[in-house]
């Protein structure tokens, strides 16, 4: 349970998407601070143990969602996002099952969105002193797909896009069209204009990058085109809702 500045009690739901995490899972949800209400761990299809793993795990917080077919991690978080708000969250972040993110950055994560500054806040590893951390084709290539997105997006100021450290509102999460986001590693962007769509305000809290023993199934050029998709397609939703002078759900 969070409050916020208001000193509501808010509750937290973190989820977790995982796909052949048997080594890094448990630490993963070991590490997540006693504040967060609600993990909802989301295994797609991993060919491995990690099913059995997530169920092994004795943390009572911890619910698993199964799904049979691996569909990527974009549907993954959106099946997690369904539960959480199932489960009354009143705001849910997104860690990776990688022990990717530093748990301690998780309030900085969240506060923007508890606080109600943002609907939706989103890490930003590049604005970290540590940012060489990241490999270098990594952050050169997240560092254009940021700038790709925000010029769709109208916020020139957007960076680190494909951060997946993140926090969104319950309300601004049941505006957002979940079946339609894109199923794989372009999810971040589409969710991002998805969520500029409805006018919902953004923040990009810095977090620190983690790069240790994990292996990413990511690879920048396989994700270029996808991405570049996704983008196009997102520039012409907005073309076609300015001619049609549509109204933004969530704008102020
Ligand atoms: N459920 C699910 N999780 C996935 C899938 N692909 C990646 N993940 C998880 O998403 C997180 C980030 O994936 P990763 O490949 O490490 O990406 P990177 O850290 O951005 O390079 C990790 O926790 C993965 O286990 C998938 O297809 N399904
Ligand atoms: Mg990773």
Redesign the pocket.
């Known amino acids: 349970m969070v409050h916020s500045a208001l000193n509501e009690r808010k509750t937290l739901a973190v989820v977790v998407?995982?796909?052949c995490?048997t080594k890094l899972l448990p630490e993963t949800i070991a590490s997540i601070p006693d504040f967060v209400d609600h993990i909802v761990v989301?295994?797609?299809g991993s060919p491995d143990r990690t099913f059995e793993v997530a169920r092994r795990l004795e943390d009572p917080r911890v619910e698993v969602i199964r799904l049979g077919f691996?569909y990527?991690?974009g549907r993954?978080i959106s099946r997690g996002y369904e539960h959480a708000l199932q489960l009354g969250a009143d705001v849910i972040a997104v860690m990776?099952?990688?022990n990717?993110m530093d748990p301690d950055d998780l309030l900085k994560v969240v506060e923007p969105v508890v606080d109600e500054q943002a609907d939706y806040a989103k890490g930003n590893r590049l604005a970290h002193p540590e940012s060489e951390q990241m490999p270098a084709l990594r952050r050169f290539g997240t560092r254009l797909l940021g700038r790709m997105t925000g010029m769709v997006c109208g916020l020139p100021e957007l960076d680190d896009s494909?951060c997946?450290y993140t926090a969104i509102s319950a309300e601004a999460l049941r505006y957002v069209p979940l079946h339609k986001l894109y199923p794989s590693y372009g999810y971040p962007n589409d969710l991002i204009l998805r969520l500029r769509e409805l006018g919902a305000t953004i923040e990009q809290p810095v977090v620190r990058p983690v790069y240790a023993t994990?292996q990413?199934?990511?690879r920048i050029p396989a994700v270029i085109v996808p991405i570049s998709g996704i983008l196009l397609r997102g520039a012409l939703r907005r073309l076609r809702n300015r001619l049609a002078g549509r109204h933004k759900l969530l704008a102020a």
Do not use: C, I, K
């Open positions: 998407p995982a796909y995490e989301v295994d797609d691996n990527g991690v993954a990776a099952a990688d990717q494909q997946g994990e990413s199934g990511l």
